[in-house]
Structures are given as structure tokens and as C-alpha cells.
């Protein structure tokens, strides 16, 4: 593959130029040289380490930890990078506890809601405006 303008890398990675952008700020994809009077070229190699970026992203990493994780990419540091990918799963893992016990605090809610027709309060409001525990 030939070297890219920003707009076909953003396209050929299906991100908007802005991203691209926010990635050079940040550390993250380095810039090409521009040219006197010219358009940087991205060479293909940017355009994988995009692709690595938003695929991180969409298992759940921050970009602090994909940052962290480019650093090891030579593979100098395979067990580094396991660490950071243990840390995203208990991470995870605590994130799945938490919803699951939301879903029961919404649904017993919505329950109290179902039988309380007819009053003047609704439990749920009155749940939320109290600051009562939800778990209740």
C-alpha cells in the first residue's frame, strides 16, 4: 500500500480526520513530516497502528492502556502487556457485578412501581429523591 493523505488513512481506518488528529495530540500516532508547501503522506504502518488503537478501544481499554500497551508492542514485553489485559478483565469482571446489581436494584423498583397504582407517590421517585438504597 502507497503512503495516505489524512483523509484517505481516516477513511481506510473508518474514523473521522479528527480522530486521526486527536491520536497525534495525544501521543499516539506519530505525524508525519509535512512537506514545504505540501501534504503529509502517511506510510501503511500508521495505519495498522490505527487500526491496533481503535480495535483496543473496543475491547475496553482507556487510551492511557492502549498508549501503554503501543509502548510494548516490539514484543519486548509480552508479560507487561498480559498485566495490563489482567488488569482490563478484573476490571471488567467488577464492571459485570456492579450492572447485574443494578439490574436487580431497576427491576425490583419498576416492581414497586407495577404495584403501586393509584397512590400519589411513585416508589421509584420517591427511591430516587430520598437517596433510599435501591437494594431494598
Known amino acids: 500500500m502507497q503512503e495516505m493523505t489524512i483523509g484517505q488513512l481516516a477513511e481506510a481506518a473508518e474514523v473521522n480526520v479528527e480522530t486521526v488528529r486527536y491520536y497525534h495530540r495525544r501521543g499516539l500516532l506519530p505525524a508525519p513530516p509535512r512537506p514545504i508547501g505540501g501534504i ?23 487510551l492511557d492502556e492502549v498508549e501503554a500497551l503501543l509502548s510494548l508492542q516490539d514484543g519486548q514485553a509480552c508479560n507487561a502487556a498480559r498485566a495490563i489485559a489482567e488488569q482490563k ?26 404495584t403501586s397504582k393509584g397512590k400519589v407517590s411513585c416508589p421509584l421517585i420517591d427511591t430516587l429523591m430520598n437517596g433510599d438504597e435501591l437494594t431494598r
Open 40 to 62: 503529509r503522506r502517511y506510510p501503511a504502518a500508521i495505519l495498522t497502528r490505527l487500526r491496533f488503537i481503535r480495535r483496543s478501544q473496543s475491547l475496553g481499554f482507556s
Open 89 to 114: 478483565f478484573v476490571d471488567v469482571r467488577q464492571r459485570i457485578q456492579d450492572l447485574s446489581m443494578l439490574e436487580v436494584a431497576l427491576a425490583t423498583l419498576v416492581q414497586r412501581c407495577s
